[in-house]
C-alpha cells in the first residue's frame, strides 16, 4: 500500500511561484508519477507526469514552460515548481501514482492506482 501526502499549496497572486510537494509512504521510487489537478465545477484534469527515473517528463500545453515537475527517490517525493501562475490554474491539485510494475508516465487518470487528498491552490488575479 503507497500513501501519498500534498503539501505547498496556499494563496499566491497572479504571477507568483508554489511548489507543491507529494511525500510517499511505501517505496514509490519505482513508480511513475502523477500530478493532477481539479478546479470547482470542472473534470480532473491531466498536469504533469515524470518517469520512474525521473529522466521522462511530460505536461499538459498549458503548463508548458511554467511549470517543472522532478523527484528524489531517496526521499520518495516527487516534486511540482509552478512559476508564473494564473488565476486559471486555481484547483485542488493532486499527486498520483503507478504500481511500481508499469513503465510509462501517462495522462489518463484511471492508469494511476494511488492518490493524495490533494492540496489547494488559489491564484489571485
Known amino acids: 500500500q503507497v500513501l501519498l501526502v500534498e503539501s505547498g499549496g496556499g494563496l499566491v497572486q497572479a504571477g507568483g511561484s508554489l511548489r507543491l510537494s507529494c511525500a510517499a509512504s511505501g517505496r514509490t521510487s519505482s513508480s511513475p508519477m502523477g500530478w493532477f489537478r481539479q478546479a470547482p465545477g470542472k473534470e480532473r484534469e491531466f498536469v504533469a507526469a515524470?518517469?520512474?527515473?525521473?529522466?521522462?517528463?511530460k505536461y499538459v500545453d498549458s503548463v508548458k514552460g511554467r511549470f517543472t515537475i522532478s523527484r528524489d527517490n531517496a526521499k520518495d517525493t516527487v516534486y511540482l515548481q509552478m512559476n508564473s501562475l494564473k488565476p486559471e490554474d486555481t484547483a485542488v491539485y493532486h499527486c498520483a501514482a503507478r504500481k511500481s510494475n508499469k513503465i510509462l508516465p501517462t495522462e489518463d487518470p484511471d492508469d494511476y492506482d494511488y492518490w493524495g487528498q490533494g492540496t489547494q491552490v488559489t491564484v489571485s488575479s
Open positions: 515524470i518517469s520512474k527515473s525521473g529522466s521522462g517528463t
